[in-house]
């Protein structure tokens, strides 16, 4: 039996970036750059703010995509059981004057029975 936990970082994706850094490390830079998550050829490639794209230092811990797979509405990661979600922003244009949306990050935990 699962259970879904949104992961409290004070609605900041550079705290949500951080934990994703330190478990989930890109071969390059950090997700605080990342600007979009796309699938190529079953890898998860990150753009970044800069232009550049790069993919996870470990790539099996990508595990799969919802959505297409050039703009997948979930990206599901792993390590040693340890699930994590991440829902890119799609749509970044926002209200004059608000506040920049940010990806979400999901915490998946699974519970003994």
């Known amino acids: 039996m699962g259970t879904n936990q ?3 970082f ?16 890109l ?5 605080r750059s990342a600007t979009d998550y796309i699938v190529h050829f079953d890898h998860l490639l990150v ?4 232009g ?19 703009a997948p ?4 990661l792993e390590e040693d059981g340890f699930q994590v979600e991440i829902e890119p922003v799609r749509g970044r244009l926002a209200a004059v004057g608000a ?9 998946l935990t699974t519970i003994a029975v």
């Open 6 to 8: 949104d992961i409290d």
């Open 10 to 25: 004070d609605n900041s994706w550079h705290q949500a970036a951080e934990f994703l850094d330190q478990r989930f490390p």
């Open 27 to 31: 071969n390059q830079g950090s997700h």
């Open 47 to 50: 753009i970044r703010s800069d």
């Open 52 to 70: 550049s794209c790069t993919g996870l230092a470990r790539p099996a811990q990508f595990v799969e995509a919802g959505g297409h797979e050039h």
């Open 73 to 76: 509405q979930s990206i599901l």
């Open 99 to 107: 506040a920049p949306r940010e990806h979400r990050l999901q915490l």
